[in-house]
């Protein structure tokens, strides 16, 4: 039972993109993840996904609206839905997730698959 400290955690990431886990709990993983433009459209036929953010702004695209958040907001997106993130500016969210879910869905990108697992 440790602590996390989310500053230094952030502190620690310097990839955009590259989602680390922070901690785990009943089959789920806290990441923290850093990031800044656009991603690509995905989505997660099986799981949902809790996106809160903890410093930054960011908007999450999907195909017939996008909804903006702002630091101590957060945004659930149910699963079988299509989105993407989009962030003018560096932003640093708090993920939590099903263990063993890839961060692009239903698509593998060169660029934006991060591996799994990843700890700080």
Do not use: C
């Amino acid at each position: 039972m440790d602590k996390v400290n989310l500053t230094e955690g952030f502190a620690k990431i310097a990839e955009h993109w590259r989602p680390r886990v922070v901690a785990e709990l009943n089959g789920q993983e806290v990441k923290l993840v850093k990031f800044e433009g656009p991603f690509i459209w995905h989505q997660h036929d099986h799981e949902e996904e809790l996106f809160l953010v903890v410093k930054g702004r960011f908007r999450m695209e999907f195909r017939d609206r996008s909804v903006d958040l702002e630091e101590g907001e957060l945004l659930v997106v149910p699963r079988g839905v299509e989105h993407r993130p989009v962030a003018e500016a560096e932003v640093e969210i708090l993920l939590f997730e099903p263990k063993g879910v890839l961060n692009t869905g239903n698509r593998l990108d060169a660029l934006y698959t991060a591996p799994l697992g990843q700890r700080l």
